[in-house]
């Protein structure tokens, strides 16, 4: 009997002989009291260490090597090499010597792969489906027949990689134009500038200073191969990478195919044919002086419409001190959002919308960054902004640091752990394998995630060493930089002006007790029936409203997922008519105000594992909730009373209004395949307001109108749906249910604001048989990407054709990202898919180019559906048929690894007024 794909992926005969493990193997893995899998460390015979874990209820297995080697490994003269190396690794092996067969494998058996570059080191996975429902494919793993090789393995074909890949220079020469393509799709982008900038303002030399991504610039050089054999040489050793491998196999089988398909893994490699061995890079030594200038302050002009101040303090390295992590106490306390913090302050001034903090752990540095979202009036005010924030680090340092504190804090880290989700079993992989490089076997999971030793004398050490003598400031605003000209420096890589600022030479108390911490864990008794057949049950059915509820606990959690709907004209319609955007952009004005009203109460229930947030749809609202059963509803009920009992607050009111103006207004230098999307969404969807027609009614808006629209929109809606699902019974169900009724109508019956007529339902047009083309010029005459998004609109289909829809999808995705991506090159962002939009079946090939005009990439889309798409569906061997069946099958078969996804899944279908529970098994019985 087969258990698994992976066993199904890997090469038969497996061995144990490889396998050497050190005195300590086999150590301890501590793990969360909720957490039903099995771990385990080896370390084979070449020095690679991995982590093994056995989850016997996976429908996904997944595997991932991380190399201890980055972007900040770089030749000088070669930036992005390492990147380009990990976009080269996935194209072919020497075993395996198809390029992107590999990618076409997986994607044929329902599974997928991925990898990324950072600083100090490259993340490669793959995550492939457990057990196909029926027809299993023949590439599963089963005993060959005498004389006849074991069929090719995803996981082996992974092996390969990092064992034999093949850099072949036909595909280094198109790989990095791929690469190429990628930095051009952030060149517009104020995220990937601002980070740029602050590597480019770094000290010469230092580690910190580097472009990690490569260009054309950086690569098309003579010798450019050679340079990349030799750097995948000296960096990709056995004892430099790590691996984890998470299937539904014993650990005993988990590591038999570590030690068979990874032990090959060399120690070293010889240097390329005609050159000599580089000699091993230098240690990165440590630096205390990151900025060679510091103190030092720029403003930065932005793409979009940013007004920020951006404050980074180099800091010297803390990786290992991951027991205590006292910068990472230091980052907490500074950006916390509860009563008496730095944000607090800053808001009651009006400076800000909200504070931001983060911490960069490098092996030879750290950063400490602290982003101030600053309003119109905190930006005539930055300076004072950032004496506070020196006012705060003095206070902490003072009285913030105390095992109180530290205590109340790990009692959060503790909670979650304690009761955490299961990951996706990709991420999990990668991320384990990356924390292999930082932390002890036995600590593996407990190390990020909570922090057991209070170390008060070295984080108040670190924080005197947060000093303008360490900092650099980036004030960003297109405020203050509209109109300047003279004396502008630009960044290297992707442009960004910046100028130099002169700097000159009764808050923060201990966060209080938190309210929505849980104290009852207790499971509901578990139910008896499958989840796919148990849909969620209709308790409670209304005139104007219904209640829906699940009784869940097969994940093991004592957590719950809320989901209300509110239909209302005021949103669809307002004032009795159908007019553009005006009730959209109430609702935008609605949620951002009521988020920044929620501010402090938001803080402490994140902290305590709840999220709850309120958003505008075409049609109303939807508030989304998931966290602890117990207090859940609580904090629901506080998030709906605030809703529609707006209060006044005309500083906040100009923060929220101004934000929103921008964010609209900066919808014209969004990415080209997103402004391919507004026009999408204007053309097929009923209720779509463009940004523009929500902008002119955003800027017609006053304070005393939002409020009155919160009154009217959050109790006279049309018609209502809520669903509870997970740890909380029937009866819980309906409490929670009438107690947030009642906060909408708090005197026990709606007002007489608004009709309670039917809202104008969403839908997508019945094209009739018709094609629709839209030409739309990209308002941003710096972007030089084109995109376009082409959709095919198949129409209501039973669950036969559904089936057949969603196996076109599959088998087309890995061809038409070959042919446009790979071979024509014709952009870096090439995507083709199938969705379920209201009920209606849509298939959309979307391709962003920085080469090809909109034209050729128009009929290059048609050539490849008009003959490369017809010659694949009539080449593919049945095998390889039943193999996308297969995988596509069990894709709609396998349950949700997560509550809040099992949650989702029944509200998409009481959303979109279906209720067609068993979609999924109709169409996975029709396949």
């Not at 370390?43 to 996976?58: C, G, H, I, R, T």
Request: contains cysteine.
């Amino acid at each position: 009997m087969v258990s698994s794909v992976l066993s199904n992926f890997v090469l038969s005969n497996l061995v144990l002989s490889n396998l050497v493990l050190s005195d300590v193997a086999k150590p301890n893995i501590v793990k969360s009291a909720s957490d039903r899998r099995e771990y385990r460390f080896v370390e084979l015979s070449n020095a690679l260490k991995a982590v093994l874990v056995s989850d016997s209820s996976a429908t996904l297995a997944a595997a991932a090597v991380d190399v201890r080697s980055g972007s900040a490994n770089d030749p000088d003269d070669v930036p992005g090499l390492a990147h380009f190396c990990e976009h080269m690794l996935f194209l072919a092996s020497v075993k395996y010597p198809v390029e992107q067969d590999y990618d076409a494998f997986l994607k044929r058996h329902g599974g997928f792969s991925n990898a990324f570059t950072a600083d100090s080191h490259t993340n490669f996975y793959f995550e492939a489906p457990l057990r196909p429902a029926q027809h299993p494919p023949p590439l599963l793993h089963r005993t060959p027949p005498p004389h006849r090789p074991p069929p090719p393995t995803a996981l082996d074909r992974f092996a390969q990689f990092f064992i034999a890949p093949l850099f072949s220079v036909g595909g280094v020469a198109r790989e990095m134009h791929a690469v190429d393509s990628e930095h051009a799709k952030n060149l517009q982008s104020d995220a990937w500038r601002l980070w740029q900038l602050g590597r480019s303002l770094a000290a010469a030399g230092h580690p910190h200073n580097h472009f990690g991504t490569g260009s054309l610039q950086t690569l098309n050089r003579t010798g450019v191969h050679s340079e990349l054999l030799r750097w995948y040489g000296d960096h990709y050793l056995s004892h430099t990478m790590t691996l984890a491998i998470v299937g539904a196999e014993d650990l005993d089988t988990l590591q038999s195919y570590a030690a068979d398909l990874f032990s090959a893994v060399p120690r070293s490699h010889p240097p390329p044919s005609g050159a000599a061995a580089a000699p091993p890079p230098p240690p990165v030594a440590p630096s205390a002086s990151l900025f060679a200038t510091a103190p030092a302050a720029f403003l930065v002009r932005p793409v979009r419409s940013l007004e920020l101040l951006r404050i980074m303090w180099s800091l010297p390295p803390v990786e290992s001190e991951y027991r205590s992590r006292p910068l990472r106490l230091v980052s907490r306390l500074l950006g916390g959002e509860s009563a008496g913090s730095l944000r607090s302050a800053l808001v009651r001034r009006g400076w800000i919308e909200g504070v931001t903090t983060s911490v960069e752990r490098q092996p030879a540095y750290s950063l400490l960054v602290v982003d101030l979202d600053l309003t119109a009036r905190g930006l005539a005010h930055w300076r004072e902004a950032l004496e506070v924030v020196y006012a705060a680090l003095r206070a902490i340092r003072g009285r913030g640091v105390t095992q109180q504190v530290f205590d109340a804090l790990r009692s959060e880290d503790e909670l979650s752990f304690r009761f955490k989700a299961k990951e996706e079993a990709s991420d999990y992989a990668s991320d384990l394998a990356a924390r292999l490089h930082l932390y002890p076997p036995q600590e593996l999971l407990t190390a990020p995630e909570v922090t057991p030793a209070f170390d008060g004398d070295r984080t108040r050490e670190l924080l005197r060493q947060l000093q303008p003598t360490s900092m650099l400031a980036l004030l960003v605003s297109q405020t203050l930089t509209a109109n300047a000209t003279d004396g502008a420096s630009s960044e290297r890589w992707y442009g960004t002006q910046y100028w130099p600022i002169p700097l000159p030479d009764d808050f923060l108390s201990p966060p209080p007790r938190n309210p929505y911490l849980p104290t009852d864990f207790e499971l509901l008794e578990a139910s008896s029936s499958p989840f796919v057949s148990d849909p969620p049950a209709l308790l409670r059915r209304g005139a104007r409203s219904r209640l829906w509820h699940r009784a869940e606990v097969s994940f093991g959690l004592p957590v719950a997922a809320v989901r209300v709907a509110l239909h209302t004209r005021a949103v669809s319609a307002r004032e009795g008519g159908e007019g553009g955007g005006e009730g959209a952009a109430f609702a935008l004005l609605h949620t951002i105000y009521l988020e920044m009203q929620l501010r402090e109460a938001a803080w402490d229930a994140s902290r305590a594992g709840l999220a709850v947030s309120l958003s505008a749809t075409s049609t109303g609202f939807e508030l989304s909730g998931h966290g602890y059963a117990q207090t859940l509803p609580a904090y629901m009920l506080t998030v709906l009373r605030q809703a529609r009992s707006l209060q006044p607050d005309a500083l906040r009111f100009a923060t929220v209004k101004a934000l929103v103006e921008r964010q609209l207004a900066d919808e014209d230098k969004a990415a080209a395949y997103q402004v391919a999307y507004q026009a999408w969404s204007h053309l097929l969807l009923r209720v779509a307001p463009t940004p523009a027609e929500q902008l002119a009614a955003v800027r017609s808006i006053r304070l005393p109108q939002l409020v009155r629209f919160a009154a009217d929109a959050l109790s006279s809606w049309a018609s209502s749906d809520f669903l509870f699902f997970g740890n909380l019974d029937a009866a819980g169900a309906v409490d929670a249910y009438e107690e947030q009724l009642g906060a909408l109508f708090e005197d026990g019956a709606a007002p007489a604001g608004l009709p309670a007529a039917p809202s104008q339902q969403q839908a997508v047009a019945d094209l009739g048989g018709r094609a629709l083309l839209r030409a739309v010029a990209h308002p941003n005459p710096q972007e030089t990407n084109s995109a376009v998004r082409l959709t095919l609109v198949l129409g209501e289909l039973s669950a036969r054709e559904a089936a057949t829809a969603q196996l076109l999808a599959k088998m087309v995705e890995p061809a038409f990202f070959a042919s446009l991506r790979t071979r024509q090159q014709l952009g870096y962002l090439v995507w083709s898919f199938g969705r379920e939009v209201r009920g209606v079946s849509l298939l959309y090939f979307i391709v962003q180019s920085s080469s090809a005009s909109p034209r050729h990439v128009t009929a290059s889309i048609h050539a490849f559906l008009e003959e490369e798409a017809e010659a694949l569906l009539n080449s593919t061997a049945a095998a390889d048929f039943a193999a996308y069946a297969a995988a596509a099958r069990k894709e709609l078969l396998d349950p949700p690894e997560q509550l809040e996804a099992a949650a989702e899944e029944a509200w998409g279908q009481i959303a979109a007024e279906r209720f067609c529970f068993a979609r999924r098994r109709e169409v996975a019985v029709a396949l």
